[in-house]
């Protein structure tokens, strides 16, 4: 089963940041928050993955609490080419453990 | 970098028939290949792991005879549903983990492959 904890459905507005939370609060110590996305039809894309400390790439930013019992990814000027299904996993760095996706947010960026 | 293909990407097959599907990783080497299936407005359900020269791993409910998984070399990963189904049809996806210290064990999905069973 998954672990963490999203909300079915967002909308944003285009051009405004769209920030997904996303609760993990038996998360272990040596597990690092994933998010991926997945456009429809499409597989899933890395986004971003972090520990501890906030990490930001190109695109995006992702912001976990002190005690990395929640995060949130941040789309800083969404698109209509961000609407998807956003998934936050969490998982060990190391070994074989697969992903375990939940059913995700459905992020809806409207015109 | 850390692209993975799949081919092909959409298949239609008649009822009883057996269909392949390849997952490559296009620039770096995977040791582990992952296999899911997802069907309509349903999130991604882990079939299998794909280990390299050995054989597969599967999850609960997931017949190893109807899907056949083979990890010849580090960069291929082959399903093939063997005597498929109209209950087979669904959307496969394929996964390759790059545990180069770079990209830190992340994994990387392809394209999806789209089965019909007639």
């Known amino acids: 089963d998954a672990k963490t904890t999203q909300p079915p459905s967002m909308d944003c507005a285009e051009g405004r940041a769209a920030n997904l939370p996303c609760n993990h609060s038996t998360i272990s110590g040596n597990e690092y928050v994933y998010w991926y996305r997945q456009i429809h039809s499409q597989g899933p894309q890395y986004i971003i993955h972090g520990l501890k400390n906030n990490e930001t790439n190109e695109m995006a930013s992702l912001i976990i609490t002190e005690d990395r019992k929640s995060s949130t990814l941040i789309l800083p000027h969404a698109t209509l080419r961000d609407t998807a299904v956003y998934y936050c996993?969490?998982?060990?760095?190391?070994?074989?453990?697969?992903?375990?996706f939940g059913k995700g947010t459905r992020l809806s960026v409207i015109a | 970098g850390a692209v993975v293909s799949q081919h092909p990407s959409w298949v239609i097959c008649k009822s009883g028939t057996s269909v392949k599907i390849e997952c490559r990783s296009l620039?770096?080497?995977?040791?582990?290949m992952f296999w899911y299936r997802q069907f309509p407005k349903q999130s991604l359900m882990l079939m299998a792991t794909s280990n390299e020269g050995s054989k597969a791993t599967y999850e609960q409910g997931v017949e190893k005879d109807k899907f056949l998984i083979n990890h010849a070399s580090l960069t291929l990963s082959t399903l093939t549903v063997t005597s498929a189904h109209p209950e087979d049809s669904s959307f496969y996806i394929c996964?390759?983990?790059?545990?180069?210290?770079?990209?830190?064990?992340?994994?990387?999905f392809g394209p999806g492959t789209r089965l019909t069973v007639l």
């Open positions: 620039d770096f080497q995977a040791t582990t």
């Open positions: 996964s390759a983990r790059d545990q180069t210290s770079a990209k830190g064990n992340t994994q990387y």
């Open positions: 996993i969490v998982r060990v760095l190391s070994g074989n453990t697969p992903l375990v």
